[in-house]
């Protein structure tokens, strides 16, 4: 052990030296595996102030009409494919008869209503959660500056479409899986004709919102970061929760507004198409009649092409918003497949 430091003596009539109150225990070393000491902020990064909701949802609004060929496009492409099993399916829901087509409700009501289910959880959960990554690219582009076009998005994008198709099947697994127990008790009180088992399948479908509330905000970034950042749906997952963890309830406002707005507005939309589908069935003699269901589904095409495009932005602004807030923005995450 080496000899401690010579000290000089004290001046002769002052009071002797005396050391600092310590403690004669060793004090324990950290653990430097249990406490990680924080990376330095890049070079140039200024602390981001966050951003007010009110401004959020202009920026979301001005993304959108900033390149509408680009967003419209997008969305139409999908209904195109869409349109057509939709428009079936709905008929098929609308139009069976259990006293005349099939003595079985089971097989007349809730097979119809099941199917219609999955083609909704499938063009509006797996299509319009696709499209929010795709978007992703058209709104880093015009946060740089540029001005993005369909060919280039397309170009940019097509090499995440495998992982945003994985993830956003994923999701709707997890929707549909939600929404399930209250479908089969629909069938189950459409085929015995129960009132009690109608309502309870109506309390299903509201306790099943509050979980898949909770995994869309959570995971509302998943898109966007595997399109901007590269990453895997992995660890765009674990990225996207991390971030949503200290914005929760703001991003679930935003949302929540957004919503309420997109449900007015296709609400207003839809009203028209579904009044002369009604006086056309009822011309023709019936309710269910195929000219009432076409104009429906035209109402319901019609309507998401006004809304869509501004919803289909929102991840990728809001997630935009967030990352500027993170001091190591642009840096790769392990496991990431950069592009």
């Known amino acids: 052990m080496s000899e401690p430091p010579h000290v000089s003596p004290p001046p002769s009539g002052g009071p002797p030296w005396q050391p600092p109150g310590v403690s004669d225990e060793w004090s324990p070393v950290p653990d430097a595996e249990s406490a990680p000491l924080?990376?330095?902020?890049?070079?140039?990064w200024v602390p981001h102030h966050p951003t007010s909701i009110s401004d959020l949802l202009q920026r979301v609004f001005s993304t959108a009409f900033a390149a509408p060929r680009v967003f419209l496009g997008l969305v139409g492409l999908t209904w195109i494919v869409a349109a057509v099993p939709l428009t079936l399916a709905a008929f098929w829901m609308v139009s069976t008869d259990p006293a005349l087509d099939d003595p079985d409700p089971w097989t007349s009501i809730?097979?119809?209503?099941?199917a219609f289910f999955a083609l909704l959880v499938v063009q509006w959960v797996v299509v319009a959660g696709t499209l929010t990554g795709v978007a992703a690219h058209p709104?880093?582009?015009l946060r740089g500056g540029s001005r993005p076009t369909l060919t280039d998005t397309w170009r940019r994008t097509r090499y995440a479409l495998g992982a945003l198709l994985g993830w956003t099947s994923l999701f709707g697994s997890a929707v549909a899986a939600a929404f399930t127990p209250a479908i089969v008790l629909f069938g189950l009180g459409a085929r015995s004709g129960g009132?009690?088992?109608m309502a309870g399948s109506l309390l299903l479908t509201l306790v099943a919102f509050i979980p898949v509330t909770w995994?869309?905000?959570?995971?509302?970034f998943v898109a966007p970061a595997i399109v901007m950042d590269g990453l895997s749906v992995r660890d765009a997952i674990g990225y996207s929760g991390a971030l949503s963890a200290t914005r929760f309830w703001r991003t679930c406002g935003i949302l929540a507004v957004?919503?309420?707005l997109a449900w007015a507005v296709m609400a207003a939309v839809m009203y028209p198409f579904d009044f002369l589908g009604s006086a056309a069935g009822t011309l023709s003699g019936g309710w269910h009649t195929g000219a009432a269901t076409i104009a429906a589904v035209v109402g319901t095409v019609v309507a998401s092409m006004v809304v869509q495009p501004i919803l289909t932005v929102v991840p990728a602004v809001l997630y935009d918003d967030?990352?500027?807030?993170?001091?190591?923005?642009?840096?790769?995450?392990?496991?990431s497949s950069g592009r």
């Not at 924080?38 to 140039?44: E, S």
């Not at 995994?215 to 509302?220: H, I, M, P, S, Y």
């Not at 993170?326 to 790769?332: K, N, Q, T």
Request: hydrophobic share 50%; glycine share 12%; charged share 15%.
């Open 322 to 335: 967030a990352r500027a807030g993170e001091p190591h923005v642009g840096r790769r995450h392990p496991g």
């Open 195 to 197: 009132l009690v088992l």
């Open 139 to 141: 709104v880093a582009r």
């Open 258 to 260: 957004l919503g309420v």
């Open 215 to 220: 995994l869309a905000v959570r995971t509302v």
């Open 38 to 44: 924080p990376l330095a902020p890049p070079p140039g």
């Open 110 to 114: 809730f097979v119809p209503v099941a």
